[in-house]
């Protein structure tokens, strides 16, 4: 058996330890950060949750499960996890109002984020480190682990300020989004579970604003990704003849290139914003005939194949779309077939194009934007998102969705290398998040219901502080 000893302190780890609170006292300065010791918790969450690796291709959820349902129990919301998809769990919290037969509203984030090129990172993309500059760098800090925790303290600062929402609050984190959230919001979206929370207005992710404006989404892109097959004659390579698959391909590419051009012309000269054209990118070719060396190089082969990435506007004309791919970029009468690996809709399933209107007519956008002014911002012209987000199956129901990640002057770093988020602009973006739950579920006009309101006017009779 060890005795046991009591430790000794001697005078170098009394000195060590002096040094070491030196240390952190001149680090503290060198930051140059000066956040409160609130603000400092605050962060220390964000970072906490940027911790927990939920890489793809293999995410595990369960860590951040539990972190997560750690937050919910500390700031005092009803919480619910469930596996549509086992190992996949979606987390809901309820921060219930007291009307409950107002429609809520439904803040949504993804729990996952995609891979990294670790050597490209100039500190480990899971230790959230932050720099001097306050920069807090890893895999998420952007897209969209932000945005999920500045849904909880924003509820967190609300409920301590004795703020009482009248409609109720759901915040929802749900999985594998950065794979096309079959699994996750689809699942979710369209299961019991949440039909029974009648949601009236949903805000999921946007992108960072490189200027002071805060961008926000109203509608995005669909995916069509299809891919071209032609025929044609075989032959000798020294052969010059007509009706060669490649060839006939070749025409299809051309016409293809000068359709991209044309759309991406009017976005350089500002004519319309990235989400207004369809674009497309050829992505793959395949042809010829290989040898464990290369290629066989003295036959034209008999057939080739080109795949495509086209993101549809909402805006787009799809009769036109479908005529060129018919008539010009894969006609039969070129020996050329296409196939479709996915053809997104742009309408819902009502059949209104899903987009969320951000005009007058829309109280939701009325509240959304009025509550960004009150919290300081600016709000740039809204806009269609380039790519696909979770927002798409809740506004594929109708219900109005604006995509939204409050993060100006920050250089748009999403999917990229040394990702990051400053301490200060995340906190701002906090601020945001108070003021849109107050407009959104604090009493207003009359029936309280925006979605009822034909004025849309939501003035809020409550004042409340919610400093740190
Ligand atoms: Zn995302």
Redesign the pocket.
């Known amino acids: 058996m060890v005795p046991l000893q009591r430790p000794r302190v001697c005078c170098s780890s009394i000195l060590a330890l002096l040094l070491l609170s030196l240390l952190m006292f001149f680090e503290q300065l060198v930051v140059g950060l000066p956040l409160s010791p609130k603000e400092e918790e605050v962060v220390s969450r964000f970072q906490e949750y940027l911790r927990i690796d939920t890489v793809h291709p293999s995410p595990n959820y369960y860590p951040v499960t539990e972190f997560l349902i750690i937050q919910g129990k500390q700031i005092g919301l009803d919480t619910k996890v469930v596996e549509y998809v086992q190992g996949k769990p979606v987390i809901l919290f309820t921060w219930q109002g007291t009307d409950s037969s107002l429609p809520s509203v439904l803040l949504n984030s993804?729990t996952d984020v995609v891979p990294v090129e670790l050597a490209h990172w100039k500190h480990p993309p899971f230790a959230a480190k932050m720099d001097e500059a306050g920069d807090i760098f890893a895999r998420g800090s952007q897209?969209?682990k932000c945005v999920g925790m500045q849904y909880l303290e924003a509820i967190r600062n609300l409920m301590a300020a004795g703020f009482k929402p009248q409609r109720s609050i759901h915040v929802s984190f749900v999985p594998e989004?950065?794979v096309g959230g079959v699994d996750g919001a689809k699942k979710f979206y369209g299961s019991s579970d949440f039909k029974e929370l009648n949601v009236g207005m949903v805000l999921d992710?946007g992108l960072a604003s490189e200027d002071g404006n805060y961008r926000v989404f109203y509608a995005e892109r669909t995916v069509w990704w299809f891919y071209i097959t032609a025929q044609g004659h075989p032959g000798h390579g020294s052969r010059l003849f007509d009706g060669m698959a490649l060839e006939n391909l070749r025409i299809s590419l051309d016409a293809i290139a000068d359709f991209r051009k044309s759309e991406f012309d009017k976005v350089k000269s500002g004519e319309k914003a990235e989400g207004e054209v369809t674009s497309v990118n050829n992505v793959y070719l395949t042809a010829g005939r290989p040898t464990p060396t290369g290629f066989v190089m003295n036959v034209q082969p008999s057939q080739a194949e080109a795949g495509f990435d086209m993101r549809v506007s909402p805006l787009a004309d799809l009769d036109a779309l479908q005529k060129l791919l018919d008539e010009e970029w894969a006609p039969a009468s070129r020996n050329l077939t296409y196939r479709f690996l996915q053809k997104g809709k742009v309408t819902d399933d009502f059949g209104n194009l899903a987009v969320t209107a951000v005009d007058d007519s829309n109280p939701w956008w009325v509240l959304f934007k009025r509550a960004v002014e009150k919290a300081g911002g600016t709000l740039a012209k809204p806009e269609i998102f380039m790519a696909a987000?979770d927002g798409r199956y809740a506004r594929n129901q109708g219900i109005p969705t604006l995509g939204f990640s409050p993060m100006t002057n920050t250089q748009v770093l999403?999917h990229d290398h040394n990702e990051f988020l400053n301490a200060k602009e995340y906190l701002k973006g906090i601020k945001v998040y108070e003021q849109i739950l107050m407009s959104f579920t604090g009493t207003g006009d009359e029936s309280g219901d925006p979605s009822n309101s034909k004025t849309g006017s939501g003035e809020l009779s409550e004042t409340i502080h919610t400093e740190l």
Do not use: F, I, S, V
């Open positions: 993804h897209d969209m989004e950065e992710e987000t999403l």
